[in-house]
T-cell receptor, first 116, second 115 residues
């Protein structure tokens, strides 16, 4: 089954304790992205990756890091989490530009993070 | 810069009634537009998309949307609501001209379906 998976689905942590949220896709997609969802703000892009070893900042990158060492994986790293990073996080992936697939992104189930 | 505005954060309809969720966009280039649905405790699922082909787009679960350039709108409709349609709906636009390819989402509309 084609899917985007994220782990963990729920996480409670304390300020300053480094954490990693994993994301993996099995559709051979070139493009991957992280979003955070906050009430009343919709989803905002944190980081994205056009392909292996190619990453760049989105709209709200502060406090986050990413890496793309393999095509299927795109982990999100919070080096020193703070309470304002409490949010619902979504990983997404898509093909590179090709007819019929323009911009279509497939989303993981989400990771709900609480930073105390 | 692109943006999306969804009018009405909450919409309530009766089962069997027409569903109309409004979305207006702002884009300096021809847009690619999407509607996603989010069921409770789940990720986002693509309902339908407009990518400059037919202006009336049909999606899953009986939903459709019409792209109207003159009104900069992409409203989502369904002729007859079902209880299972209760969810949050997001309109989004993407600019494929930039490498970022970030989806710009509206703030969402929560649909309630009353029995």
């Amino acid at each position: 089954e084609a899917q985007v998976t994220q782990n963990p689905r729920y996480l409670i942590t304390v300020t300053g304790k480094k954490l990693t949220v994993t994301c993996s896709q099995n559709m051979n997609h070139e493009y991957m992205s992280w979003y955070r969802q906050d009430p009343g703000l919709g989803l905002r892009q944190i980081y994205y990756s056009m392909n292996v070893e190619v990453t760049d900042k989105g709209d709200v990158p502060e406090g986050y890091k990413v890496s793309r060492k393999e095509k299927r994986n795109f982990p999100l790293i919070l080096e020193s989490p703070s309470p304002n990073q409490t949010s619902l996080y979504f990983c997404a992936s898509s093909f590179g530009p090709r007819p019929g697939q323009e911009g279509t992104q497939y989303f993981g189930p989400g990771t709900r993070l609480l930073v105390l | 810069a692109q943006s999306v505005t969804q009018l009405g954060s909450h919409v309530s309809v009766s089962e069997g009634a027409l569903v109309l969720l409004r979305c207006n966009y702002s884009s300096s280039v021809p847009p690619y537009l999407f509607w996603y649905v989010q069921y409770p405790n789940q990720g986002l699922q693509l309902l339908l998309k407009y990518t400059s082909a037919a202006t009336l787009v049909k999606g899953i679960n009986g939903f459709e949307a019409e792209f109207k350039k003159s009104e900069t709108s992409f409203h989502l409709t369904k002729p007859s609501a079902h209880m299972s349609d209760a969810a949050e709906y997001f309109c989004a636009v993407v600019n494929m001209d930039t490498g970022r390819r970030a989806l710009t989402f509206g703030s969402g509309t929560r649909l309630q379906v009353q029995p």
